[in-house]
């Protein structure tokens, strides 16, 4: 056990408890983990349930499908988040040209766009009845039918779409991999006779290639666990088809054993994430940076960057965004209600529920592990942060399962021993999608705040105690302004998320309950695309809070740099 | 014979900012020069300048007698078969010791390119670990995969960013020396940079003392020594302290210590003020003497104790003593002159 912790001083908790195994705060943390693998626990124990012939059916109709699909959208994505995201990583990290500076942190903006935002939007805008068809076919006079346009509702649209939203995970890992390299490697291959060109992919890509294969990972998860997209687009994937499953073929069990395949994919990815992460321990290659001086390009090379750059930013962010708005603009007289601000009021009022319960939970793990740093504690830790590969889909099936099934026994026991039905008590609630967002959503307040508690050094607690401090006086003169900077950025992190999370909503929430996610999906769905602009938008402007964060983040943590 | 480097009045600027001023010297085939001086002194720019990172402002660096850059031409890095040894050695840690080794010799096939690797491990003594990563070695081993790297490729000139600054001080003096038996032994014409004048006399035929982008002297370590050009080398370079004199005739000065006479014309006119540099190998302890001078300070070196004592007037000289005569603070002991260079300055 640490002893250098807070609360292992002498006197704040009696000794014996101090060492004992069933410290309650220990208990605690093996409670919430345990409450939180509850879901992935049932959609596991799913395998060992007859679904009937429902899962031979969707074996020899669908399930091939699935698979095709969806490894043809992980591929597709994943080849072209590379090119969107590496090369803008490298131009703006060595080279100087016009905009770097707001392209540089621009770049991340495609972040804030819900991938099936981004989907309607550019449905609306390319499809038939769309602006830019209209345009062509009154610039060159064509009918309807005289001439081919790409269908953006397709696999490649997909792939399209999600790759513009999700190509800043590459960017921002790659960047920072860039960043760190030692300008003399890149030296050093030159002097040895490679050109630049050379030195990039012999010596630039392999050393940022663990950091890229982290990003990639993340926008592989991310790609799996897209629902809106595909659902939209009509492109058979695992979410859509647990969907299919549980709602159109009524079949809980075999959704989750669906969810089961799903997850053995998902596990094969952060098996490839972790093993880059390990592998990048080995790629610092010096503790001694020099200044980066960055090489000006001018004249045609740089007009290139700079299109290499606007290119993403334009196309992920700009263009959509200044759609959503003329929509916006011309519908919300008949959007902009009292039903409006009810969705916001829900959507709010879920969030801010989500982020706050998400912080306190992550306060005590987070000071648990730091408390007792053993093995059990930070395999708690390390087992909590992986909610987030988990698609929101199958959270929503493993919450529903055992939701059911304690709603259907309490009410059986109610009826049978008080003559009452107490009916729904648990699902269709609030307290179900909470639970939810919570499994999926806790990593990432728990990093933001266990980053924020590792810079609170042990030693500095010791200097505390050392000039006379106790430990409430510790928490509150140095833990609490410490970690204030973290614990808002989690708070933020997990609201904005839940703000724009949609599979889980979609089937947890309570029977007529919308939010604004859930609105634009709707009207999406019905065709309605200009009035989903309004939800849609207000949505868009709540993500680009992460986006300025995370960019002030970076530009003050590499200030040697920039 | 033809030079393998030439610098002819190169300047270099960075951001506009004058770092190098019209600097030129020259290096035969299988010399090694040092550059010595204080950080900041645009040392490691210059030598950035041969390797074709930096382009001079004026002036022309020849290559083999190719101009390589001046103005207009700017031979790029990779065309210019320089090798280059980092300050923190820049090995590439996604490969292994032989991969880096061989990372220079695309051209070559692969026996040939085996061939080499090995004739440069064993040369540098890396044989052990050739499928090692960088990670796992240590700052010596490091550096002598770097310069195998460097020297696999047989370039026109070594170049060397202070190469010893990463290992330990201890380390730094043998490491040079077994270095320039390497390069000798092999041919290799090479240039360091550094600020530490032990590593320069170790390792170089040639040594040139920067400061602010000029070179002030080019010369052996021996004659940079006994015959620095300005106050600022014979500074810079060793010991030694400047004595106020006065001049008698063309070889004589006269110092507090007596009359110093150099054996040759110094240059000055007679009544001249001047400054004498005074080595502490030119003063010698000796009890018989009636020149007395006073401890005020003593460092222990081994073998000998630095002294540094004050004359009569309170000016203060240096004296290098064998070990066994330990003296106390303040104790007043003979000394005598002993100068075979007598350097003159004109007094500031």
């Known amino acids: 056990m640490s002893s250098l912790g807070l609360l292992s001083w002498p006197g704040f908790i009696p000794d014996w408890i101090q060492r004992s195994r069933f410290h309650p705060w220990l208990m605690g943390l093996i409670l919430i983990a345990s409450l939180l693998a509850i879901p992935v626990f049932c959609i596991l124990l799913s395998v060992f349930l007859d679904s009937g012939d429902v899962w031979q059916h969707l074996y020899e109709t669908v399930l091939v499908s699935y698979i095709l699909n969806s490894l043809a959208l992980v591929s597709g994505v994943g080849f072209l988040v590379l090119s969107l995201g590496i090369i803008p990583a490298w131009l703006v990290t060595m080279?100087?040209?016009?905009?770097?500076?707001?392209?540089?942190?621009?770049?991340?903006?495609?972040?804030?766009?819900?991938?099936?935002?981004?989907?309607?939007?550019?449905?609306?805008?390319?499809?038939?009845?769309?602006?830019?068809?209209?345009?062509?076919?009154?610039?060159?006079?064509?009918?309807?039918?005289?001439?081919?346009?790409?269908?953006?509702?397709?696999?490649?649209?997909?792939?399209?779409?999600?790759?513009?939203?999700?190509?800043?995970?590459?960017?921002?890992l790659s960047r920072a991999a860039f960043i760190e390299q030692s300008l003399c490697v890149l030296e050093v291959s030159r002097t040895l006779g490679c050109g630049p060109f050379r030195s990039f992919y012999k010596v630039a890509i392999p050393l940022a290639r663990p950091a890229i294969i982290a990003g990639l990972s993340l926008v592989m998860m991310e790609t799996l666990a897209d629902y809106g997209t595909v659902q939209y687009f009509g492109v058979a994937t695992f979410t859509t088809g647990i969907f299919r499953t549980w709602f159109g073929l009524g079949s809980s069990v075999a959704a989750a054993q669906l969810a089961v395949v799903l997850l053995m994919l998902i596990m094969l990815v952060v098996i490839l994430e972790a093993w880059s992460r390990q592998q990048a321990r080995y790629h610092h290659t010096s503790n001694r940076y020099s200044k980066l001086i960055r090489k000006p390009l001018r004249g045609v090379p740089g007009s290139i960057a700079t299109i290499a750059c606007v290119l993403p930013v334009a196309f992920g962010f700009v263009i959509p965004a200044v759609q959503l708005f003329i929509w916006a603009r011309q519908t919300w007289s008949d959007v902009i209600d009292k039903e409006f601000f009810a969705l916001i009021g829900h959507s709010v009022e879920l969030a801010a529920i989500a982020s706050v319960t998400a912080v306190l939970l992550t306060l005590?793990?987070?000071?648990?592990?730091?408390?007792?740093?053993?093995?059990?504690?930070s395999f708690i830790v390390r087992f909590l942060g992986m909610g987030y590969a988990i698609p929101g889909t199958v959270i929503a099936v493993g919450v529903l399962i055992p939701f059911a099934w304690l709603d259907n026994s309490v009410d059986a026991w109610m009826r049978l021993h008080m003559g009452v039905s107490t009916g729904l008590l648990f699902s269709g609630t609030i307290f179900a999608l909470i639970f939810a967002y919570l499994v999926r959503f806790l990593p990432v307040s728990l990093n933001a705040v266990d980053a924020g508690l590792s810079k609170v050094r042990p030693s500095m607690d010791e200097a505390g105690r050392s000039m006379g401090l106790n430990a409430g006086n510790i928490l509150r003169k140095i833990h609490v302004p410490m970690l204030k900077g973290s614990i808002l950025t989690a708070a933020l992190l997990v609201f904005v998320d839940v703000l724009k999370e949609l599979p889980a909503t979609l089937i947890l929430r309570p029977f007529n309950f919308n939010t604004l996610a859930i609105r634009t999906y709707e009207l999406a769905n019905e065709e309605r695309l200009a009035e989903a602009a309004s939800p849609a938008l207000a949505i868009v402007l709540v993500g680009i809070i992460p986006v300025i964060i995370l960019s002030r983040s970076i530009s003050r943590s590499r200030t040697g740099h920039d | 014979m033809t030079n393998t480097l030439e610098l002819r009045d190169v300047s270099v600027a960075i951001e506009e900012r004058p770092i190098i001023n019209s600097l030129s010297f020259s290096l035969e085939k299988g010399e090694i020069a040092c550059l010595l001086g204080p950080s900041g002194c645009g040392k490691t720019t210059l030598l950035r300048t041969i390797a074709g990172f930096e382009r001079p402002t004026t002036g022309e660096v020849w290559l083999e007698?190719?101009?390589?850059?001046?103005?207009?031409?700017?031979?790029?890095?990779?065309?210019?078969?320089?090798?280059?040894?980092f300050q923190d050695y820049a090995l590439f840690p996604h490969l292994n010791v032989k991969d880096n080794i061989a990372f220079g010799l695309q051209q070559m096939n692969s026996n040939e390119r085996k061939a080499r690797v090995e004739e440069m491990a064993e040369l540098l003594e890396v044989s052990s670990f050739l499928n090692d990563y960088p990670h796992r070695l240590s700052g010596g081993q490091q550096q002598?995969?770097?310069?195998?790297?460097?020297?696999?490729?047989?370039?026109?000139?070594?170049?060397?960013?202070?190469?010893?600054?990463?290992l330990d001080i201890e380390l730094r003096e043998q490491i040079a020396k077994e270095m320039r038996t390497v390069l000798k032994a092999n041919g290799v014409t090479a240039i360091l940079v550094s600020h530490n004048q032990m590593e320069a006399f170790a390792m170089a035929d040639t040594i040139g003392v920067m400061r602010d982008g000029a070179l002030l002297q080019w010369d052996n370590a021996f004659t940079l020594y006994h015959r620095p050009v300005c106050t600022y080398v014979a500074d810079f370079v060793g010991d030694g302290v400047f004595l106020p004199g006065k001049v008698i005739n063309s070889t004589n000065v006269e110092t507090e210590l007596g009359i110093i006479n150099g054996g040759q014309s110094h240059g000055f006119a007679f009544d001249d003020e001047v400054i004498v540099l005074i080595r502490p190998d030119d003063i010698i302890h000796d009890d018989s003497s009636g020149m007395q001078a006073k401890v005020q300070d003593k460092a222990f070196r081994g073998a000998e104790f630095l002294y540094t004592l004050a004359l009569e007037s309170g000016l203060q000289v240096l004296t290098l003593v064998p070990s066994h005569h330990n003296h106390a603070l303040d104790e007043s002991i003979g000394i005598r002159l002993e100068i075979d260079h007598l350097v003159v300055f004109p007094a500031q």
């Open chain 1, 364 to 377: 005590f793990i987070a000071y648990g592990k730091r408390l007792f740093s053993n093995p059990l504690t």
């Open chain 2, 65 to 85: 007698s190719r101009l390589v850059s001046d103005e207009h031409i700017m031979v790029p890095v990779e065309d210019r078969k320089v090798g280059m040894v």
């Open chain 2, 144 to 166: 002598r995969v770097a310069l195998a790297r460097a020297i696999a490729t047989r370039p026109n000139v070594l170049l060397l960013d202070e190469p010893f600054a990463s």
């Open chain 1, 95 to 172: 080279y100087k040209f016009p905009g770097r500076k707001i392209l540089s942190w621009a770049l991340l903006l495609p972040m804030a766009i819900p991938a099936y935002i981004i989907a309607y939007t550019y449905t609306g805008m390319l499809d038939v009845a769309g602006p830019l068809q209209i345009m062509l076919r009154e610039f060159f006079a064509w009918e309807y039918g005289d001439y081919w346009f790409p269908e953006v509702r397709s696999l490649g649209g997909a792939i399209f779409m999600l790759a513009l939203v999700l190509y800043p995970y590459v960017y921002l």
